[in-house]
């Protein structure tokens, strides 16, 4: 049995086939859950923790062989990533083996059908549709986003997209201090949601770019995040404001300024850092209460990040 994760954001441990099916459909979408075998006996917990407005992480296990068949998702996205145990999984017409070592990923517009081993536990990531989309679609012409279903857990990119994830549940069972802040919260949702769109195959990897419209559209999200960088910055707001597409935004930086969107915005608040370092106190304040509050909540990140950003430590700007 694999160690229960987010037990300090419990949703519901219920022995009832029905409890279970309507606490799950009210978190993930309606679907039905049938016991496989005679005699067998549900053993269901479900732990859920929102991590930002588009990302939620799961912990789900049923104690007992069951198959779920939700139909499509419609709404969302959902990496199942097991834990324990097996799970059949069949996403369109493809079906997964699904064990330690591979997972899945459900599309919205894929019907899903699966069976779960009595001993399966799965961390799940459920991540909304319309936060994918803005992210990978191009402006206005929103075409639906389809994964491959097959997540190879052995693969570097999607292991380093996993100890992301990994990251934020360590932090949630731990009291969730890392995600208190906004800026952190919608920080992680974004590297979450463009590691995925860049470790795992998808439609609208092969999509072809319009057209860039670069100095405009750098020059007034340029100006936006100057005028507030304390805001929870996300790529589709940065494309809204210039009003084109993400990817055409992230292609104008990338040109003109060697950058991505989000990259600048981490620029932007570093320099908010050194100026409030500079300007603070030691005795009352510390590097960590000015780097959270500017979205940085992994310190010895942030520590590598400002030392070659400005060849010192954050600790030695705040001494002087």
């Known amino acids: 049995m694999a160690t229960i994760l987010l037990t300090r954001h419990p949703r519901i441990a219920t022995r009832e086939v029905e409890e279970a099916r309507d606490e799950v ?33 799961n912990y789900l296990r049923y104690g007992d062989e069951v198959r779920i068949t939700p139909g499509t998702f419609d709404t969302f996205f959902l990496a199942q990533i097991p834990l324990s145990g097996t799970a059949r999984v069949k996403v369109g017409d493809r079906v997964v083996a699904s064990d330690r070592s591979r997972a899945t990923i459900g599309s919205p517009t894929e019907p899903v059908d699966m069976i779960w081993s009595a001993d399966c536990e799965q961390l799940l990531v459920h991540i909304r549709r319309e936060a994918v989309e803005a992210i990978a679609a191009p402006g206005d012409n929103v075409q639906p986003v389809v994964f491959s279903s097959l997540l190879d857990l052995a693969s570097p990119a999607v292991r380093s997209w996993l ?20 800026l952190a919260a919608s920080s992680f949702e974004q590297a979450v949601i463009a590691g995925l769109l860049s470790a795992q195959p998808n439609s609208a990897g092969a999509a072809v770019a319009p057209a860039v419209f670069g100095s405009r559209a750098v020059r007034v999200v340029t100006a936006a995040v100057e005028a507030a960088p304390d805001r929870p910055w996300r790529l589709a707001d940065l494309a809204q404001a210039a009003r084109v597409s993400a990817r055409t935004l992230q292609e104008a930086f990338q040109r003109e300024l060697d950058v991505t969107p989000l990259e600048y915005v981490r620029r932007v608040r570093l320099d908010r850092v050194r100026k409030d370092l500079l300007d603070a106190d030691p005795t009352t304040v510390s590097v960590t209460d000015i ?26 700007t705040l001494g002087r």
């Open 25 to 57: 459909a009210q978190a993930f979408c309606p679907h039905f859950l049938t016991l496989t075998r005679r005699g067998s006996h549900l053993d269901m917990v479900h732990n859920a923790a929102a991590v930002g407005e588009n990302v939620t992480l």
């Open 163 to 182: 100890r992301l994830v990994r990251l934020a549940v360590d932090d949630l069972d731990a009291g969730g201090s890392l995600f208190q802040s906004p």
């Open 291 to 316: 780097a959270s509050r500017w979205g940085f909540f992994h310190l010895g990140r942030f520590s590598q990040v400002y030392r070659a950003a400005f060849q010192e430590l954050p600790s030695q």
